[in-house]
């Protein structure tokens, strides 16, 4: 099993009330899990994309995305694709900024995501450990050092100082956890604050999705799923 390549210090931003953090280190927690949203289903048809983006009743109200705001390729479709990997296997191409979810007869969910920033590149095959709603976040101590800034943001929660689950936290509506070979990579596939960085490398090595995308993905997906990587050579 190929090893992730991870390269040294975070890249992580703040903005205003949105808060918008870069990062997603340490493994998050959240509280007791939510009963499955009806309206996931009403996103499962890959017709008008655009009506994949509407606003989104769930814990919290997930503002209806502007499609207009990026490039339509990044918008989910159902597309034909050709891979070795099974049905019901993730695979997530940094260069071209997509994550499929493999179906049968040749043909995958395509989403838009965005990456890390160079330096930051990883690759490598992994399996979804854990998902979570509405997960908290917890920043290493490192961070909290050279950003005293965001101690404000900051409360004391279950699990250690961090943002608790919500729509000022960085992870988003959703995230699922990669571990490898029994350990946690501390990569995660994640909702984002900043939708409009979908299709570019912004994060610190993190997937992050359009919230309305990471929960679609998240409904669809089972602890177990094998997720690769792609590297420098595309192909699988």
């Not at 205003?16 to 959240?30: D, I, S, V, Y």
């Amino acid at each position: 099993m190929k090893s992730f390549d991870r390269r040294a210090v975070l890249g992580f931003s703040l903005a205003g009330a949105a808060m918008a953090l870069g990062g997603c280190q340490r493994t998050t927690t959240a509280g007791a899990p939510l009963e499955p949203i009806s309206s996931v289903s009403s996103y499962a048809s890959m017709g008008n994309t655009a009506d994949h983006y509407g606003e989104v009743s769930d814990r919290f109200t997930i503002a209806a995305f502007d499609t207009s705001s990026i490039n339509p390729v990044y918008l989910r479709h159902e597309v034909p694709y050709t891979t070795s990997q099974p049905p019901g296997t993730i695979v997530i191409d940094p260069r071209e900024h997509f994550l499929y979810y493999v179906q049968p007869g040749g043909r995958a969910i395509r989403y838009g995501v965005g990456v890390g920033k160079e330096g930051f590149g990883w690759s490598g095959t992994a399996t979804i450990n854990s998902k979570q709603e509405w997960p908290d976040w917890y920043p290493p101590k490192e961070m909290i050092a050279r950003r005293p800034d965001i101690k404000p943001q900051l409360s004391q929660l279950q699990s250690g100082i961090g943002v608790p689950g919500g729509l000022s936290n960085p992870l988003g509506a959703r995230a699922m956890y990669l571990w490898q070979n029994g350990k946690d990579t501390l990569y995660r596939i994640h909702g984002t604050l900043e939708p409009t960085t979908i299709g570019t490398n912004v994060s610190s090595g993190c997937i992050r999705m359009i919230n309305q995308d990471a929960i679609d993905l998240y409904s669809r997906v089972a602890v177990g799923t094998k997720v690769v990587v792609l590297g420098s050579r595309a192909g699988v």
